[in-house]
C-alpha cells in the first residue's frame, strides 16, 4: 500500500483527496471552493469530451457557445428555476468602476439565455428541431465544496433542444438519458441505474428529470447525468414560439441535458484502490508506461536500444521516428497509441529515479498496463507485462508485443473493471419492505434501499432529515403489481430507489 495515501478503510474521504494529489489530478485555487485541473485530470476530462461530442454529433446535435453572464431579469421569467437557483447565484452588481444598469447572474446553467436565443431563431415549424450543446463553465455559489465532486466552478457540457411537439421533446430527452447510461457503462466501466426523479429532486422548472446514478465504494450514490423535458416552461418565459403546420401560433416544447466534471470524481471512487487511481482503459491518457531498468551506462544503453524495438514492433518505425524527432532525448517519451483519442504509451527513461519509484509513479496515475524491461529480459528477448488491474504480470516474447495483444489486455481490464463494479453494486442494493428495517438500513450503513414509495415533498424532507437519505430515482411506476409503502403503509405500484448522496 502506498504511504502517500491514508486506506479507503481508514477515511475514505481523505482517501479520496490523497488520490487526486497522488495522481496530479487537481489543486485547490486561491479562490475558496474553486480547483485546478492538471494536465492529467484535464487529460481524462478531454478523452470524455471526445467521447460525448463524437455521440452527441451522431445524434444530429451541433456545438455552439453563449455568454456566461446572465441578466437578472432572464432568472427571474420562470419562477421555478429562479427559487430552485438563488441561493446559489454569483451576482455581479459593478463593471467598470460603474454599478450596471442591471445586476448580471454568473451562468448557474443557461436554460434562460439560450431560451432568449432561440425566441429569436425559431419561427416556423421548418426551424425544429434545434439540437445545441455548448461546452462550458458554471459557477454554482456552494457552501461545502469537494475536488471535482461540489466546486463553485465546474466544466461541463449542456445539452439545449427545442421540438414541434411534446412527443418529439420526450423522445428526446429519453434518447439523452440513454446517450449518458451508455456512456458511463462502456467507456467509463462504471455500471448506473437510469430513472425519473421525483418532483422533490426534479430540476428547477423542468417537467420532469431523468438521470443516472452510480454506487461508489463507500455505498454513497453520485448522480453522474441529468435529462430534462421541459414542456413548455421556458418557451412560455421567453415566447419560443413558431407557426405550426396547421398555420397556428404555439410554444415550443424544449430540452435539457448535461454531465460535467463531476465524472472524473466518479471515476476515482468507483475504480482506485489504496495504492492510487485506477483508470478504465478507454479513458486513461496512457495505455501503458514502459519502465526501462538498468545499473551501469552499457545496461541503458542494452535495454534502450531493447526497448525502441519493441515499440516500433508495437507502434510502427514511423511512429517511433516521430516521437524522437518531438522529445530528442528528454526523460520521458510519449508515443501516439490512438492518434485519434490522443492515448499514448509513456517511456520513462529518467535516470533521475529508481525503478521502484518509477513503479509508483504510474501505479498512481492508474496506467492500465507497465512494461518493463531489464538486462536479463534483453538476453531472453522478453518484456514483462503487469496489470493495474491485479497486480499480475506476464512474461511476453518481443514478437508477441503486438497491437492484438495490447488491445486485448486493455479490453479485459476495461470488462473486468465494470464487471467488479457492477457486483459491488448490487450487492449493495437491498430491497426493504419496512419503514422500520429502511431506519436499520442506514443508520448501520451505506448502500441502497429499494422499496415501494408513494413520492411526496413533505414525506421526502422528513425521510431525509431522519436519514441523509433521498430518492435516487424511480425504477418502477405503475406498471408493477401493487404493494405497500414503506412510509404509508398504504398501496403502492411506485418502486424507487433511497441513497445517501454525495
Not at 453563449?66 to 451576482?91: N, T, W
Not at 518505425?317 to 508515443?335: C, H, I, K, P, T
Request: net charge negative; charged share 25%.
Amino acid at each position: 500500500m502506498a504511504n502517500n495515501i491514508v486506506s479507503r478503510e481508514k477515511d475514505y474521504s481523505q482517501w479520496y483527496l490523497d488520490v487526486i494529489s497522488a495522481a496530479e489530478l487537481a489543486d485547490y485555487a486561491p479562490v475558496r471552493g474553486c480547483m485546478v485541473i492538471r494536465p492529467v485530470g484535464y487529460a481524462i476530462w478531454e478523452a470524455m469530451q471526445r467521447e460525448l461530442d463524437r455521440r452527441f454529433k451522431e445524434l444530429g446535435h451541433v456545438n455552439a457557445y453563449f455568454p456566461l453572464f446572465i441578466p437578472e431579469s432572464f432568472m427571474k421569467r420562470e419562477a421555478e428555476h429562479v427559487e430552485g437557483f438563488a441561493p446559489e447565484c454569483a451576482v455581479v452588481t459593478h463593471g467598470g468602476g460603474e454599478k450596471l444598469e442591471e445586476a448580471l447572474m454568473v451562468r448557474p446553467t443557461s436554460e434562460t439565455v439560450i431560451g432568449h436565443m432561440y425566441a429569436q431563431w425559431v419561427h416556423s415549424w421548418r426551424d425544429l428541431p434545434i439540437l445545441i450543446n455548448q461546452w462550458a463553465n458554471v459557477v454554482r455559489w456552494e457552501r461545502r465544496t469537494r475536488l471535482f465532486l461540489r466546486t463553485m466552478e465546474f466544466l461541463w457540457q449542456e445539452g439545449h433542444t427545442a421540438h414541434e411537439s411534446s412527443e418529439e421533446a420526450v423522445e428526446e430527452t429519453l434518447r439523452m438519458l440513454e446517450v449518458y447510461r451508455t456512456f458511463a457503462q462502456d467507456f467509463l466501466a462504471i455500471p448506473v441505474l437510469a430513472g425519473p426523479k421525483t418532483d422533490s429532486e426534479k430540476f428547477a422548472g423542468a417537467v420532469r428529470t431523468y438521470c443516472i446514478e452510480g454506487m461508489m465504494q463507500d455505498g454513497k450514490a453520485l448522480q453522474m447525468g441529468t435529462s430534462h423535458f421541459l414542456g413548455q416552461n421556458f418557451a412560455k418565459a421567453f415566447e419560443i414560439r413558431f407557426e405550426g403546420r396547421d398555420q397556428v401560433l404555439q410554444h415550443a416544447w424544449t430540452t435539457s441535458w448535461g454531465v460535467s466534471t463531476r465524472l472524473i470524481g466518479a471515476l476515482i471512487m468507483s475504480h482506485s484502490d489504496d495504492d492510487g487511481l485506477v483508470l478504465p482503459p478507454k479513458v486513461s491518457p496512457y495505455v501503458a508506461a514502459v519502465v526501462p531498468i538498468f545499473k551501469t551506462e552499457d545496461e541503458k544503453a542494452k535495454v534502450l536500444a531493447f526497448i525502441r524495438q519493441a515499440m516500433a514492433g508495437l507502434l510502427g518505425e514511423d511512429e517511433v521516428a516521430a516521437a524522437e524527432r518531438r522529445f530528442g532525448n528528454d526523460q520521458v517519451q510519449q508515443l501516439f497509441y490512438h492518434p485519434q483519442t490522443a492515448q499514448q504509451v509513456v517511456v520513462d527513461k529518467r535516470d533521475t529515479m529508481r525503478p521502484g519509484d518509477k513503479h509508483w509513479f504510474w501505479t498512481q496515475r492508474g496506467v492500465p498496463l507497465r512494461i518493463e524491461v531489464g538486462p536479463r529480459d534483453v538476453d531472453s528477448g522478453n518484456v514483462v507485462v503487469k496489470s493495474r488491474l491485479d497486480g499480475s504480470k506476464e512474461i511476453v516474447p518481443l514478437a508477441a508485443l503486438t497491437r492484438a495483444y495490447v488491445d486485448a489486455k486493455l479490453a479485459g481490464i476495461q470488462q473486468a473493471l465494470f464487471d467488479r463494479a457492477l457486483a459491488r453494486r448490487d450487492e449493495g442494493i437491498r430491497t426493504i419492505t419496512t419503514y422500520k428495517d429502511f431506519l436499520n438500513h442506514f443508520a448501520e450503513g451505506r448502500g441502497f434501499a429499494r422499496c415501494r414509495f408513494n413520492p411526496s415533498r413533505v414525506v421526502e424532507a422528513q425521510i431525509k432529515a431522519e436519514t441523509k437519505a433521498t430518492v435516487r430515482l424511480i425504477t418502477r411506476d405503475g406498471d408493477a403489481e401493487p404493494g405497500t409503502c414503506i412510509f404509508s403503509g398504504e398501496p403502492s405500484t411506485t418502486e424507487v430507489i433511497f441513497g445517501v448522496s454525495y
